[in-house]
Every structure is written in C-alpha cells, then in structure tokens.
C-alpha cells in the first residue's frame, strides 16, 4: 500500500463495536473514522474520501443496505471497497447485501486478526485495480482507461473534460514539492466541488498524476463544470504565494536553462471532447485530441478553456464557449 496511512471508516450504530473495529484496525497503522448512522456515514464518505468502509446493516433510519446502495451511485464514493459487519447471518443476507454492491461481508462476533486480513487484503487489491492517488484520493489512470471505454460503448452523449496547471514546474522549483502538493490538492478540490455543482450524479472524475485530471461528463455539463473549476482555482491560487510574489501577480525563479525569469501566478488550462459531432473509439483517441486543444489553450493568457467543436469531415476550429 502507499506510504500514506489508509483510511477506515467505520458506520455502526454500537459505539463498542466501532471502538473493537478501531483498536483492532489502528494496531495495524491504519487511520479509522467512525460514523453513528447511515447518513452520518455518507457525509462522512464524501467528505473524507476514505480506502474502505466498514459497514453495519441494522442501523436505526437509514441502513446499511442503502448506505451501500447510494455510496455505489454517487461519483466520488462508487470504487470504495465496502464490507458489511454485521449479525445477520443468513445466506439470503449475504446476497442481498452483495447486491447491492458490498464486496465482502463479515459476521458479528468477529476476530479481530480475520478483520485485519480481510481489510488489508481489500485495501491492497483496490490499489492495484484502481490506482487511487494517495494525495486527492481520487481514481488513477485504470479507471479512467476502464470508464471512457464504458462510455464509449454506450453511444451516449458524452463529454471528457482534461485539466492541467500552466507554469507549475517553476512554482515547484520556487516553492517546493510540497507547496506543489497543495496547489493540485486544491485544483483538485475545486473539480469536485464544480462536479458537485454543476455536473450529474454519475459523472466520473480521475486523477491521472501529477497536475493532471478528468472529468466524464454529458456535453450540456461540460461548460459550466469546467467554468466554475477554473473561477474556484483562480481564486484561491493567489493565497498559495508569498505576499511580494502575490502583490506583483508573478514571481522570479530559474528557467530551464537556469537563468532567473520572470513566471505568471499558475493558471489552469481545460480541455473538452465530446463524441457529439465526431466519432469516438479510444481513449488514446481521446487523449491525442484533448493534447491538441490544450496545446491551443496554453497559448492564452491565465486561466482559460476550449470546447472542441470539429466534426469528423470538417476543419471547424475549436470554439472557446
């Protein structure tokens, strides 16, 4: 697993058996939350993004069941590994709750040392399959890869939005990795929260390395998520300065040769494809012609993006929308 401690959350309305998960699951370094219902926990799944949730049934209003069901549908929860603890122990409980998407299922009284196995086990095999990034917590390049070819497939309108930071190598050289850290956590924050805003409830968003995200859309999303992400970002970029650097609106550092220049705040430039007017059969595909449009946008000053309009037969230029 990543050198990151993962985190647990823990969903039981029985505050001794959640301090039982937390003391069997900490001795093994990894961080636990806890959550006393069903919609605490689902609060707390969107909020802290967390590797794996631990998950009772018999809870008092929501339970567990619909936690499940809702944590599946929603974008920044859906590739969560989830395990039911729970007393129910039926065959027919065990089904359901596979059902409706947990994917493995413990029953009380639990050992604590099957429990430690058997989250370890669904932590490390989520991280191979999804590659979750350890920083924003967000799906990595397979599931991108496995979610446009799923889009694809369907012959349904769809929009890809691409993200990535202008001028962010200097900032790092200036400012150091860890500033760097922060600035992509924060872009980062803004697409979720655009996401949240404007986007649909299944749209899908992926971290790829480094300063560079997606966002699975419908075309009549597109525009207004990556509008609302780049106003977010541009707002907040400036606190990410020291004060002088900030005052001026740009900052002094070594080019690539080494020489002192003269380097603008970081800016986001975004990138939109959709198979509206062409016709769409990769994801490398995908990513050659937003590699185009972000080439044109990174030639604008500040922060800015385009929509690409063109068909398959015409010459259309990109539209800035």
């Known amino acids: ?7 647990v959350l823990v969903v039981d309305d029985d505050p001794i058996i959640s301090n039982l998960v937390a003391d069997a699951l900490e001795a ?24 794996l949730v631990l998950l009772d049934i018999k809870m008092p209003g929501m ?33 359901k709750g596979m059902r409706e998407g947990a994917d493995d299922y413990i029953t009380k009284p639990f050992d604590p040392a099957e429990l430690r196995a058997r989250v370890v086990t669904h932590l490390q095999r989520s991280e191979r399959d999804i590659q979750r990034s350890p920083l924003t917590k967000l799906p990595g390049n397979l599931a991108v890869e496995r979610t446009l070819e799923e889009r694809i497939a369907t012959r349904e309108p769809f929009a890809v939005c691409y993200f990535d930071l202008d001028h962010f190598k200097p900032y790092n050289s200036k400012y150091g990795f860890l500033a760097g850290d922060r600035a992509i956590k924060m872009l980062s924050d803004c697409i979720v929260s655009s996401v949240l805003d404007h986007g649909n409830d299944d749209d899908f968003i992926g971290h790829e390395g480094g300063d560079d995200f997606i966002v699975v859309t419908t075309p009549d999303r597109a525009k207004e998520v990556c509008q609302a992400a780049i106003a977010c970002f541009d707002e907040a970029i400036p606190d990410h300065y020291h004060e002088n650097d900030r005052a001026r609106g740009y900052y002094v550092t070594q080019d690539r040769r080494g020489e002192e220049a003269i380097f603008p705040l970081v800016s986001v430039s975004a990138a939109i494809v959709t198979n509206e007017r062409r016709t769409l059969v990769h994801p490398r595909q995908i990513a050659q012609i937003a590699a185009e449009i972000l080439n044109c946008v990174k030639g604008m000053e500040g922060s800015n993006y385009l929509f690409d309009r063109r068909g398959d037969e015409t010459q259309d230029p990109l539209q800035e929308v």
């Open 1 to 7: 697993m990543s050198e990151h401690p993962a985190k």
């Open 28 to 51: 093994d370094g990894l961080q636990v939350i806890c959550a006393a219902n069903g919609v605490e926990g689902l609060r707390l799944a969107k909020q802290e993004k967390p590797d």
């Open 63 to 95: 339970d567990g069941l619909e936690v499940c069901r809702q944590l599946r549908r929603g974008f920044l929860t859906s590739s969560i590994p989830v395990i039911i603890l729970t007393s129910l122990d039926r065959t027919s409980d065990k089904v």
